[in-house]
């Protein structure tokens, strides 16, 4: 096999091969890291005279929390609730229905090559673009409200969801779908039978953990004006009221959590 | 009932996996394919029902040319091909009934395949195959729950209720123990004799083949060396086949009743 004797290698000491070869090389990376992270962390402004004001500010938020005021706004919490609830089931439905045919043809080994080339660009265009710009951009167009924060999260969505289905489709066992192939199935029931079986506990999976990011995202939304409890929340920082603002974010915190267990659940029963 | 005439495949890396292979195959004979890894065994069989589509060369089976078929007519032959894997290939998620007629696809529409609602007859034949495995029991388990003898004997199902002309088996004991092995082989020669099925069993064990089959076929890097009856698979032709080696414990006669007699 190589010139390599055994008589020269015993006594030898083994150490596991270095990932990059090159000594000069390895020690560049190491110290050029190193100097880049002390450069940046020193580039770093800070006012000190303003974080010392700011603390207090932030302390008052944090003392808030022990006397939430769920009361006051009661209706406007509550309205603003429904509507981000509202907002997160109906876009998580709705992209998840988009996303499935997008999915699939996202992936390079059951989609033709332009129909790939359309369904990633797709998919890359909604992840390039972060929820509060698309927001922006559809209350520009359909005003302040839920409308603007339903469309928003659904191509957020739609990105997420596509992205993840997709890998996971490239990395299905290709012999199961080939044997549905080999009995003469159809497209169709090929995708029915051969593919989505393989993939669909992934996907319910998914799609619960969207459920949450589409309810905390729709928290964030409202600050743009696109609806939802995030208005209520907004409103409550313009006008100082510390207490309402921590209730909100109280009720945000436990429905994500309650969410979370839900979807724990409901994942563990179609593994 | 099946000829193969000059099938040629060269994979895009340019591996030549098939040269020019002939081979004529009459009704209900059942032959072993065997060679070593890479000689083109699975390429071949493969190559048959068009999931490797063939570079060159000519498919005929029942007088039908495979090999000039549109995306429809191909599906079409699809079913008159069942077929038979290593792994044993069951959707793992799916229950063994949806598994087993799965081998119906290519006779049911979309929508019945969709909601699951297959022909009464096609679920009676379902129960029948199933209880000829000596599965019934475990209809309604899901794949992945199952042995792997077990998953092996849905396989067979699946492929028989195709109603096929021709089984395509690619390695069926490869994954499975010794016993198992040979209780799976007799399973697959018993029902080709009970249906007149021709089959094409790749297989690595050659002494199992032996013990199966009316006739061998020798491959190496994608050329036939061998056809003939399992008798003559001498030493030398092992040799030429495979390669250098000690074959005299494969070639000796097995007796076959040693280890296990009924089939399942």
Redesign the interface.
């Known amino acids: 096999m190589s010139d390599v004797t055994l008589d020269m290698r015993l006594g030898t000491k083994w150490r596991k091969p270095h990932f990059v070869k090159n000594p000069a090389l390895r020690w560049g990376l190491i110290i050029g890291a190193l100097v880049y992270l002390v450069l940046a962390v020193s580039s770093i402004e800070v006012n000190w005279a303003r974080v010392s004001e700011g603390l207090i500010r932030g302390w008052n938020f944090i003392i808030a929390f022990a006397s939430p005021d769920f009361t006051s706004r009661g209706t406007d919490i509550q309205e603003g609730l429904i509507e981000s609830v509202i907002m997160t089931i109906t876009s998580t439905i709705v992209g998840i229905a988009i996303s499935i045919p997008i999915g699939l043809g996202a992936a390079r080994n059951i989609a033709p090559l332009p129909i790939y080339m359309i369904c990633r660009g797709i998919v890359a265009l909604s992840r390039a673009l972060n929820e509060i710009i698309v927001a922006i951009l559809m209350v520009a167009i359909f005003g302040f409200g839920p409308l603007a924060g339903f469309i928003t999260l659904s191509f957020a969505t739609i990105g997420f969801l596509a992205k993840l289905m997709a890998e996971d489709i490239e990395d299905m066992d290709r012999v199961q779908a080939e044997a549905i192939r080999s009995t003469g199935s159809s497209w169709l029931q090929w995708i029915d039978y051969g593919v989505l079986p393989q993939v669909l506990p992934r996907l319910v999976g998914l799609s619960m953990y969207r459920l949450d990011i589409n309810f905390r995202e729709s928290a964030v939304l409202g600050l743009v004006g696109a609806g939802g409890i995030g208005a209520t929340l907004n409103t409550a920082f313009d006008r100082y009221e510390f207490d309402t603002a921590a209730a909100i974010l109280l009720i945000i915190i436990v429905t994500v959590m309650c969410l979370e267990y839900l979807s724990g659940i409901i994942r563990r029963k179609v593994q | 009932m099946l000829q193969i005439e000059k099938l040629t495949k060269r994979y895009p890396t340019g591996d030549l996996a098939l040269n020019a292979v002939d081979l004529e195959i009459p009704k209900g004979q059942v032959i072993a394919l065997i060679g070593p890894s890479g000689a083109g065994k699975s390429t071949l069989i493969r190559c048959l ?1 068009r ?1 490797v589509e063939p570079t060159s060369g000519k498919v005929t089976l029942k007088g039908q040319d495979i090999t000039a078929l549109g995306a429809r007519g191909l ?5 008159k ?1 069942g ?1 038979i ?1 290593q ?1 044993y ?6 229950t063994v009934m ?1 598994n087993v007629l ?6 049911v529409g ?1 929508w019945r ?2 909601f699951r609602k297959y022909p009464q007859s096609d679920v009676d034949e379902a129960f029948r195959l199933l209880d000829r495995v000596g599965l019934l029991a475990m209809a309604d388990k899901r794949a992945d729950e199952l042995s792997g003898g077990q998953r092996q004997r849905v ?1 067979i199902a ?1 492929a028989l209720i ?1 109603n096929p002309d021709l089984l ?1 088996v690619d390695e069926p004991t490869a994954s499975l123990d010794p016993k198992t092995s040979r209780q799976i082989m007799r399973l697959i020669c018993e029902l080709c004799e009970e249906r007149e099925l021709a089959a094409i069993i790749n297989i690595h064990d050659v002494a199992l083949a032996k013990m199966f089959v009316q006739r061998v076929i020798g491959l190496k890097l994608g050329e036939l060396q061998f056809d003939g009856k399992p008798d003559e698979l001498t030493a030398d032709v092992l040799t030429t086949i495979y390669g250098e080696e000690d074959w005299e414990a494969t070639i000796e006669k097995v007796d076959d009743e040693d280890l296990d007699e009924a089939v399942v």
């Not at chain 2, 799965?102 to 006779?107: A, C, M, N, P, V």
């Open positions: 029902n999931l599906r079409a032959a699809r079913r091909m077929m894997f792994e290939a069951l959707v793992e998620r799916l949806e799965s081998g119906r696809l290519g006779y979309f395949s969709l396989g699946r195709q395509l």
